[in-house]
């Protein structure tokens, strides 16, 4: 066989340093880099092997004295190539799911680390700790992924993006500390076998630690259980917006506040009573007159009853929190829902329109039944995200469904207006997936007619069960994007838009004006709710008639657009002191 030029190695080295590193950057991020990446970095390490077995090897005369092994030399030779095939098939078996991927690998890694650890008994003592840890390294890989199946993708990915950085620098380590000397002397041999050992060891290293930290990942948060306080009596008011049960919120406050959960009754969207919870917070150092109220629509935080803010440690964590903080300590008072089915019993109406806006509205009627203190009869609405999309909601059925609250405007940060595109255009985004779990969970027990369960993708039921079961906040929130990573394709096919839960989502974006001030802010770099998508809606509601204040900030992304220090606090709290005031709206549909 022609003899494979020796200077080939450090330059496949630097580029498994350059594809390890994109792996392990972007194993929770982005499926399609994650598939080159990793179909990539096998071929060059198979070549790398190949070239091992079969290159010009100046080295292993010095650590065997003898040459190389026939047979070692084959079984190297044939591990590399498998590796090669599984990188090419890996790109074109477009038909595989993700842990199909993961399980070709690992069984790989398994036989490849076996192959290094026959050559142990058949080397020096250096190459024999070399092939040791290699194979000991490659072995544990594998064991991770076939173990644990639910940790593999993010666990995989990461430390495959590792084993090949070390691989790569190994490589590029042999080669200089060989230099061109068909016979190294002895520091260099120390230098060559300290380098095989350490970049062996260090891989073996992150292999036990990648087990840990996915295994503390992927436990989540311990599983909050809504105690007595969100059971509902057993005769319940027929009338929506009564104040049932009230006590302390004690942890999680704002400085200076004081707070208290909140059971009330409401209504679904079909007009049958339901129970909510939610929370109430104030200013401790208030007077006696009536508070100037912001109503809250939370985010996206989950479908089960155990995701309720008012059962968190950090109940007003979401959204604008610090624009909340500031009017808070200008006088004003907020109230929350937790809606239907976060705390109280579910199903939970993710993203449905008119059960989010009973739920915000008749949060706001129970609030004012308090004794503590008085609130003002009219309310500015706000929320974030899915919360956006339960403000714009509130306000477009206030005026039939709660004529007597007076709604002074409502303020949208990144909302979920049209449904049907936010779904297209994250379909392929780990967060979107988790978004999508959420929609097609909450919704098959929402609207049981549609039968969602039997338009997700095939084969996906039963993780998007496992990522619902998950609350979308803590170290639950990042085991449900690692979730999302272990799927290819989209949850919810393009196709099953084109049917009723097309319809369905249509029907629940939001598609009428507001008649009250409003203000809809969006961060250009959001990946979630994308900015094409918002400048697309606010086109179509300006050419409706709609009056808004939309405003853009730079470089912010989904949830940093509601950051401390994010542009559009100060805005905000600017944006509802106007209305409390009654300052005339700004409008940029001009």
């Not at 096998?42 to 077995?53: D, S």
């Not at 173990?147 to 950085?165: E, H, M, Q, S």
């Not at 508070?291 to 309720?308: E, F, N, R």
């Not at 808004?548 to 100060?570: C, K, N, Q, T």
Request: charged fraction near 15%.
């Amino acid at each position: 066989m022609k003899k494979i030029p020796l200077w080939v190695r450090p330059f496949l080295g630097l580029a498994l340093v350059v594809l390890g590193a994109v792996l392990a950057l972007n194993s929770s991020a982005s499926i399609r880099v994650f598939v080159l990446a990793v179909s990539v970095g096998l071929v060059v390490v198979g070549i790398a092997r190949v070239i091992e077995a079969f290159g010009n090897d100046a080295d292993h005369g010095a650590d065997r004295g003898a040459g190389r092994d026939v047979l070692d030399r084959w079984i190297n030779g044939i591990s590399g190539a498998l590796l090669v095939g599984t990188g090419v098939a890996a790109l074109a078996w477009r038909g595989a799911t993700l842990p199909m991927l993961a399980l070709a690998v690992a069984l790989l890694l398994v036989l490849s680390g076996a192959a290094s650890l026959v050559s142990l008994f058949r080397s020096a003592n250096t190459s024999r700790t070399y092939s040791l840890l290699g194979g000991l390294a490659s072995i544990a890989t594998g064991a991770l992924v076939l173990a644990w199946p639910k940790l593999t993708v993010w666990a995989f990915g990461v430390f495959l993006g590792g084993w090949l950085v070390f691989t790569g620098l190994r490589l590029v380590l042999n080669f200089f500390a060989r230099g061109k000397e068909s016979s190294p002397t002895p520091t260099k041999r120390k230098l060559l076998g300290f380098g095989k050992v350490a970049g062996s060891a260090l891989a073996l290293l992150v292999a036990v630690a990648m087990v840990l930290v996915t295994s503390f990942i992927h436990a989540g948060d311990p599983r909050l259980v809504p105690d007595a306080f969100y059971t509902p009596p057993t005769d319940l008011p027929s009338e929506p917006g009564q104040l049932l049960r009230v006590e302390p919120l004690a942890q999680g406050v704002p400085e200076n506040a004081s707070a208290w959960r909140i059971l009330y009754t409401t209504t679904h969207p079909d007009g049958s009573p339901a129970v909510a919870s939610g929370s109430v917070v104030v200013p401790a150092d208030r007077g006696p007159g009536a508070l100037p109220v912001v109503s809250m629509a939370h985010g996206t935080k989950g479908i089960i009853p155990g995701c309720a803010p008012s059962l968190s440690s950090v109940p007003y964590s979401d959204g604008p929190a610090a624009a909340l903080r500031e009017l808070i300590g200008q006088g004003w008072a907020g109230v929350m829902t937790d809606y239907v089915g976060l705390g109280t019993e579910g199903p939970h109406p993710y993203l449905v329109g008119p059960a989010e806006a009973r739920n915000v509205l008749d949060a706001f009627r129970a609030a004012r039944q308090l004794g503590e203190f008085t609130l003002r009869n009219d309310t500015v609405i706000w929320g974030h995200s899915q919360g956006g999309h339960g403000a714009l909601w509130s306000a477009a059925i206030a005026k039939d469904y709660a004529p007597e609250i007076k709604v002074l405007g409502v303020a949208a940060l990144a909302p979920a207006t049209n449904l049907v595109e936010l779904a297209l255009g994250v379909k392929d985004a780990a967060a979107g997936k988790v978004v999508s779990s959420y929609i097609a969970e909450s919704w098959n027990d929402v609207f049981p007619a549609l039968d969602v369960a039997s338009q997700i993708t095939p084969g996906y039921a039963r993780s998007a069960r496992r990522i619902g079961e998950l609350c979308f906040d803590g170290r639950d929130a990042l085991a449900a994007v690692i979730g999302g990573t272990q799927l290819f394709d989209a949850v919810i096919p393009e196709s099953a838009l084109n049917g009723p839960l097309g319809a369905k989502l249509r029907e629940n974006s939001v598609n009428q004006n507001i008649d009250y001030p409003l203000f809809v802010g969006q961060g250009l770099a959001d990946q979630l709710v994308l900015p094409g998508m918002q400048r697309d809606w606010v086109a179509e509601r300006c050419a409706a008639g709609q009056h808004m204040e939309y405003r853009e900030y730079e470089g912010l992304d989904h949830m940093p657009l509601v950051g401390d220090d994010s542009a559009l606090i100060p805005d905000l709290v600017a944006w509802a002191n106007d209305r409390l005031e009654g300052k005339a709206p700004v409008n940029t549909c001009t």
